[in-house]
């Protein structure tokens, strides 16, 4: 199957809530990965003690990075596709056994674009941070020793979060970086380009910003950046020397416009150049939901002249959506829990999936974490086509079909979505309470409990989903049937 080759565009949408702007008093990573003609997988990968002298090496890029002496275990949402490498190099997400989380946006290409490509490491970072981090200052710390070794082969922004702290890490091509910690009385949003502007570089305790020894000094070189006073850098702005005015794409204007104005009811255009703004109100993962399913702004007019469009092309939930997560934070990293919703999120209920799960609910994944890893960049094409022995494809299979009549189905399925979730608001925090009770009598035992209630949420988003496609299937047919059998 040849992959279809998409505008360039950039597509992927990530909120970020500080501890104290957060209903949970803990950070919540919300994140849309949008990606086409992927399939999408989870596994658990356990801890892994290595030999001396083991190496890493991936696909995407010359690096050979020595192996730490024990990874951590991790959950891991793989996205498999037909790519540039013979794989997808930039999709995936991972949220490891210290209960820290990485997601990342790609952002417009930089001036560094028209450079030499010095890039060692590309995919390996985002898995780097969740096998050798315990928090996500460390994450981030990862990060640039790895870029600051090996070199970076993209322009891409890092959204690494714990329970208490969100840091984000942008990179360019080669071996710059700046990273900046998200204000806990704040809330950030980036819709694919680079947000990260002033850097205060008095800050050597890394309290708030890390960056890499050349950053300025590469900007003035290549004619990017003139401080206004010889050596004095308080006016150096990141993304405008490093990216300039080329990020203004439809697509993350339009994303940035939606997001901003739900996040302030305010006039969106004013928050275009921000990175990330002192909260309005205190949000919980229900009032991130709706704006990572929101769709684009002028979908209503559309309609007017096509009652069957689509409203899926600019908005943050959009066409190349493949999943969404929310990831409330917990003290009890088990309790820590990603709401998960694939492909679409306005096309699938977020289900709970904790941490602390011991095993995998069944249909969730098809081939192994160890054999996903060695074929990451050699996909099968076969694993592109229809396989009803997994969850992934009921959810597709409803999602495509939605597309031809959104308006149809749309009562339908947000009614029924809207039941499951309700739901589980009421169990979910019901099962915290039993978890906590027996944790205090037999560890593993709790730690039992949270899998199988996650496989049981997970098998009933499954069924859902292949109920509902012929549920409103079963509906249109009626209605057509009844529109000719009127004419005769």
Same mark, same amino acid.
């Given at each position: ?109 930089t001036r560094e674009g028209t450079q030499p490509y010095t890039g060692g490491i590309g995919y390996g970072i985002r898995r780097l941070i969740a096998e050798r981090s315990r928090s996500a200052r460390e994450g981030v710390e990862v990060v640039a ?98 990216q300039g005015a080329g990020h203004w794409i439809k697509s993350n204007l339009d994303r940035s416009d939606l997001a901003w104005s739900q996040i302030t009811g305010e006039n969106p255009e004013q928050y275009r150049t921000v990175f990330s703004i $002192?909260? %309005? =109100?205190? !949000?919980?993962?229900? +009032?991130? &939901?709706?704006?990572?399913? @929101? #769709?684009? *702004? ?60 011991? $095993?995998? %609910? =069944?249909? !969730?994944?098809?081939? +192994?974490? &160890?054999?996903?890893?060695? @074929? #990451?960049? *050699? ?65 593993e035992y709790a730690k039992q409990l949270l899998t199988d209630y996650t496989a049981q949420q997970a098998q009933r988003a499954w069924d859902w989903a292949s109920e509902t496609l012929t549920e409103i299937t079963n509906a249109r047919h009626a ?10």
């Open positions: 199957m040849e992959r279809i080759k998409f505008p360039e565009v950039d597509n992927c949408s990530t909120i970020i809530v500080g501890k104290n702007a957060s209903k949970t008093g803990k950070v919540i990573l919300a994140h849309n990965e949008d990606t086409p003609d992927c399939t999408a997988q989870v596994h658990l990968v356990p801890r892994i003690k290595h030999k001396p002298g083991e190496v890493l090496t991936f696909a995407d890029g010359t690096a050979v990075i020595p192996q730490v002496e024990e990874t951590y275990a991790y959950m891991w949402s793989e996205f498999r596709a037909l790519g540039e490498f013979g794989g997808e190099p930039f999709a995936d997400s991972f949220f490891n056994e210290w209960g820290v989380a990485v997601a990342s946006d790609s952002c417009v290409a020793e790895l870029v600051k070794e090996f070199g970076y082969r993209s322009t891409r922004s890092y959204h690494i979060c714990d329970k208490d702290e969100a840091w984000v890490i942008q990179l360019t091509v080669g071996n710059n970086f700046v990273a900046k910690k998200v204000g806990d009385d704040e809330i950030y949003y980036i819709p694919n380009w680079l947000t990260i502007h002033e850097v205060d570089f008095s800050d050597t305790e890394h309290k708030n910003y890390y960056w890499s020894e050349d950053v300025v000094g590469y900007a003035i070189r290549n004619g990017w950046y003139t401080p206004a006073v010889e050596g004095d850098y308080s006016d150096f702005d990141y993304a405008k020397a490093y $002192k909260a %309005p =109100k205190k !949000y919980g993962v229900e +009032d991130l &939901k709706p704006i990572m399913r @929101s #769709h684009y *702004a002028q979908h209503g007019e559309d309609l007017k002249d096509d009652p069957t469009m689509s409203p899926h092309r600019y908005g943050i939930c959009r066409d190349t959506t493949i999943e969404t997560t929310i990831t409330e934070f917990n003290d009890d990293v088990n309790l820590t829990c990603v709401w998960r919703s694939s492909p679409r999120p306005c096309a699938a209920p977020f289900v709970p999936w904790y941490l602390g799960i011991t $095993k995998l %609910p =069944k249909g !969730y994944e098809w081939i +192994d974490a &160890k054999a996903s890893q060695a @074929s #990451h960049f *050699a996909v099968d094409p076969s694993e592109l086509k229809y396989d009803g022995r997994y969850a992934y494809w009921a959810f597709h299979v409803l999602q495509n079909m939605m597309e031809f009549d959104y308006q149809f189905g749309q009562d339908k399925l947000q009614s029924s979505i809207k039941a499951l979730e309700d739901e589980w608001a009421v169990t979910k925090p019901a099962m915290d309470a039993a978890y906590k009770a027996v944790k205090e009598i037999n560890p209605a057509r049937m009844h529109f000719w059998r009127s004419k005769l």
